[in-house]
């Protein structure tokens, strides 16, 4: 039999998008999701709460993830946040109260077949990809360059598609363009198989797109990562695309896996045969919680958790400001002496 709050966090979960409505009004759906700053309802896009699934995603509906802070929760939590409840009792007579109540349709509701579209499935992530060109000599190409990554023309992991929808937000300007030219990540499994995409949308000027959020990510995500190289004994991991593509110019032949957030950082699956993993933080807090959530998963493994710290703010910083030389240096003394013999590259 459940438990009255287990039973209570279950029916939230039914009404997912109408409790996140309620009590997180400054907040927003983004395809399966609802973004806001954080549990109390703060405006902003680092908490992600999981409004609906799909046969091919993983992930519970009502749970939560705040990258910024590393919290997780339930709607319970949402509830008991957004109340400043301190008891128990208090939150769970909320819910009920919020239960007793009638649902609202959903804003914009549309038919099942448009919103199945809108969901950003793994389904969509495969399409949207299979629909992007190979990098080379593309838009995507001439961004990366501009933050000093000569991206390899035969990478398996970067793309750009000329003309990727945007969905505007509520941020946006009103008159804003809802197509943009997008460099196009693939976000794989442990078998190489695409589980979802990370768009970043790119201004045919230079630069990122003119938009409120112009980097987003689609289909299932948790766990998986944008992998360069095949898995191995020894691995590094980051949290942005940009990160593992300045460390890969000084470690070419590393496999690497970006994990897109602090929160999806810490939550990567361990391949097989890896024994070592320098993990190339941002230097912030969630940067730090990303970290130290690894180390706890890695050692009943008997995975060894090695950091690597930028000198600024990430490692693209680094490579833009310092250059290849210095920061293969700066590595070098973090690094495992027998692991940069094997991996830095010798004539910069």
Known sequence: MESPARELA?????????????????????????????VRGTPGRSLYLL??????????????????????????????????????????????RFLS???????????????????????????????SKPVAGTLAAAYLASRGIDIDPGNGAIRLHP??????SSDDAPDVRTAW?????????D????????RTWLDPAGGKAPVACPRRAMGTLLGHGVRFGPAGDVMAAGEGIETILSLREVLPDLPMIAGLSAAHLAAIHFPGPLRR?????DDDAAGSWATK?????AEPLGIAIVPLDPRLDDFNSDLVRMGREEMAARLRARMLPLDADRFLVRNI
Not at 277 to 281: D, K, T
């Open 277 to 281: 993993l320098y993990v190339a933080r």
């Open 181 to 189: 030219p997008a460099m196009i990540a693939a976000v794989t499994d």
């Open 191 to 198: 078998a190489g198989q695409i589980s979802g995409v990370h």
């Open 293 to 297: 959530t690894l180390a706890a998963r």
């Open 51 to 96: 409004l609906s699934s799909s046969d091919d995603a993983r992930g519970r509906v009502g749970k939560w993830t705040d990258a910024a802070s590393g919290e997780h929760g339930d709607l319970l939590d949402v509830i008991a946040a957004s109340c400043g409840h301190i008891d128990l009792r208090e939150t769970l007579a909320e819910a009920r």
């Open 10 to 38: 279950r029916r939230l979960a039914e009404n997912a998008e109408a409790v996140c409505r309620h009590y997180l009004p400054n907040g927003r759906r983004e395809g399966r999701y609802w973004l806001v700053g954080d």
């Open 163 to 168: 003309r990727c929808y945007y969905r505007a």
């Open 101 to 131: 109540m009638p649902m609202p349709e959903p804003t914009g509701s549309r038919s099942p077949r448009t919103r199945k579209a809108m969901m950003g499935t793994p389904a969509a992530a495969r399409r949207l990809w299979a629909a």
